[in-house]
């Protein structure tokens, strides 16, 4: 079966996923006439808001934007106990304040610049899951940081370097901090030389398809079977897909996404049909689903 196949009617994908053109009447591939990407219909698009750790001032839902200014101003309050302390505090804190005055302000401008149905992209495919948080195409200090902010921890190094000759740190913390900032660095190296060269095959139009040089898909197998979907407000449902592992628990996929009772059924078949496909539910699991069915049958009758 072809990979367009398996996307249900329903999910079938009608705005360009790169600049939200309506494909209405093109048919399921072909070119958008509005950016000249290409567009087919092997992958479900999804479009809602952020949330958990994907929610901010840029992604959140208008209702949710006040509660997500407000804990970030909340932060700024129970950091005034260590500034009071400090014969600079009040310095601090204005610049604290002003710096993410500024962030505010400059996310909330880059969040009306966008004509896609939500604030984040959610994209299913044979490859994985995505969650792209930015529509608007990486900014150039994002693409500066990413692909030059390598430099920021061996500058870091550096530094250390030079308290520890003048004797502000110990031997102990210096090597600590040293270590860690060197093996941070050169990951940042191997990370933006990667994302460098997907930049470069980038074509100008390429808007929210820029995220793939920065984010990358989560495979099926990584992906927990324990997914969440479920009715939030305003007939939306919310979507959190997890990895677990041993130390933590990250949450690739967690959004507020505009979509249908239909739709979110079909998109619970397709997950698990994505799951399943991977990585086979054990037997013995099905056959205790079955005992259990049937136990449940019996005594009802």
Known sequence: MSASAQIPACLATTVCPNCSYSLSGLGD???????????????????????????????????????????????VVFQFNVFLFNPHGTKYILITVGALAAITAYSIFRRSDTTHPGQVQIRLSDSGAVQYDNLQGPGELERLLVTQGYWIPFIGAAALLVCYRTGSIGPLSFWIWF????????????????????LAGMPDNAIADANAAYIKPT?????????????????????????????????????EIQCTAQQAAELDKYIRSKMEAVRPPDPRLLEAIEQWKRYQEKKAH
């Open 219 to 255: 495979p099926w197998e990584k992906l927990s079977r324990d997914f969440l979907l479920r009715p939030s407000k305003g007939g939306n449902y919310r979507l959190r897909m997890e990895i677990v592992t041993k130390w933590l628990t990250r949450y690739p996929i967690d959004a």
């Open 179 to 198: 270590v860690a900032a060197v093996v941070i660095g050169v990951c940042a190296m191997i990370a933006a030389r990667k994302a460098r060269r997907e």
């Open 29 to 75: 591939t072909g070119i958008c006439p509005e950016c000249a990407r290409q567009f087919d219909q092997s992958q479900v698009i999804l479009y809602g808001w952020g949330r958990g750790q994907h929610e901010s001032v840029a992604t959140a839902k208008k209702s949710r934007m006040g509660w997500v200014i407000f804990l970030s101003m909340l932060w």
